[in-house]
Structures are given as C-alpha cells and as structure tokens.
C-alpha cells in the first residue's frame, strides 16, 4: 500500500449501514481521521468548538478491536452527554492502549445540523491494515 498523499476517510453507502474508509500516514492519525469521520456521519460536517475536553481511555487486544472501541467511547459520549468531539490529543496510542483528551462542544441544535442517528459501531466488514508508511481501515455503522 502507497502512503497516503493526506490523512482522509470517505463515507461508504451500504444497504442497512453507514462505513467509513479512512487512510493516514500514522495509527494516531488513522484514530483521529475515522474519530472525524464518525462526527461527519452525526453532525454534517457542522463546526465543533472546543469548549469542553473529555479523556478517553480504551484497552483492547489487537488494532481492530482498538478501533471499535475508540469510535464507540466517541459514540457514547455524544448519546450520553450529546458531546461532540472536534479535536483529539493522544497521550498514547499503541497496539493495544488509547489513550486521549477529545476537545469538542454539546450539541447546539441552531449550530449542528444532525444527519444520521448512529446506534453502534460494528465488526461487519472491519479491516484495519498498515503498509508502505501507511494505514487504511474500514468500519461500519449501524444507522
């Protein structure tokens, strides 16, 4: 795999879900690219301010399920504290640990324009690779 030319993500159309493809240059930059994208899916590219941080911390056994559980500790705060995260500061991320301060803002429905409701990220169709200076992951979500 060719380095990317830019850290990005794509939305992925799918009968029943929403995916996100998303490349970067290192594995900080592919947590807080799908981090972004997951935002795009909820606020529709609306701006988030960063008002309030939050710290994030998730343990797993390997990169994918890493993924997972980053984007749904994102999800949860934005279904529990209708939190929306702008901008992230890893502490650490490695093979197995996360750990970050997300800077984002509650939602202000005269300032966020909702698109889809997400109500979980899921293993269907979860890839997660590095190579070339790299890294490219695909994951879903249910809508």
């Not at 990317?4 to 159309?13: M, S, T």
């Not at 890893?90 to 109500?119: M, N, Q, T």
């Not at 899921?122 to 809508?143: C, K, N």
């Amino acid at each position: 795999m060719a380095p990317p030319a830019q850290d990005g993500f794509r939305v992925l159309e799918h009968p029943s879900d929403t995916g996100l493809e998303v490349v970067a240059s290192s594995w900080e930059g592919l947590l807080r690219t799908a981090a972004n994208g997951l935002m795009h899916v909820i606020a529709g590219g609306s701006e988030i301010r960063p008002t309030e941080s939050r710290r994030i911390v998730v343990v797993a056994p390997d990169r994918e399920m890493l993924l997972v559980r980053w984007l749904s500790e994102l999800l949860y705060l934005y279904d529990a504290e209708h939190f929306l995260a702008g901008s992230v500061r890893f502490e650490r991320a490695d093979e197995h640990e996360v750990v970050a301060e997300v800077a984002g803002e509650r939602i202000d429905p005269a300032r966020h324009a909702l698109s889809l409701d997400v109500k979980a990220v899921t293993y269907h169709g979860l890839a997660v690779e590095s190579g070339g200076g790299g890294w490219r992951a695909r994951v879903f979500l249910d809508i």
